[in-house]
């Protein structure tokens, strides 16, 4: 899915539309009256400051020792339901709920990632890894853009560690 986000002129409310295709977006712009509408660039006013995926979690504490596993660190906990864990700068918001189990079921099937790691010395880390009690659905292999590993998490997420070539 793509978005599109319209200001409507007189009453200057933004209006966000949703397409699956850009044929879906031609059709939206050739369908409505747009007369009435001026569009926005979000992107002059957008700084992104940082980024950080949220993973609903099953088992909230169970996750965080998962983590830490990795070289997390907590930075906060709310209450037992909410965390930010961070490694070297960058984080992951944990949440107590309800994954979606065919979703984890499918994103396995095809190795769709959840988050990607750039790293360095992906081998030593590897190494690292063997040594610690994770799900390692990828084991270290080559590709074409570089050398890389997946690990499951507790609640199926999966991670790709990745060194580029």
């Not at 960058?90 to 499918?106: A, C, D, M």
Request: aromatic letters at 14%; proline letters at 5%; glycine letters at 4%.
């Amino acid at each position: 899915f793509s978005s599109i986000m319209l200001l409507h002129k007189a009453s200057r409310l933004p209006f966000y539309f949703f397409v699956q295709s850009h044929s879906s977006l031609i059709h939206l712009l050739f369908t409505m009256p747009l007369i009435n509408f001026i569009a926005m660039n979000t992107g002059d006013f957008l700084k992104i400051k940082d980024l950080s995926p949220q993973l609903l979690v099953t088992d909230f504490h169970n996750s965080i020792t998962y983590y830490q596993l990795l070289g997390f660190g907590i930075s906060y906990l709310y209450q037992d339901f909410y965390a930010s864990i961070t490694k070297d700068g960058y984080s992951i918001n944990l949440k107590l709920g309800k994954p979606v189990k065919e979703e984890r079921v499918n994103r396995r099937k095809n190795e769709d990632l959840d988050i990607v790691f750039a790293v360095e010395n992906i081998e030593k880390l590897y190494d690292v890894i063997m040594e610690i009690p994770v799900n390692i659905i990828q084991p270290l292999r080559e590709m074409p853009y570089g050398r890389e590993f997946y690990l499951s998490d507790p609640d199926g997420y999966l991670l790709g560690f990745i060194e580029s070539n």
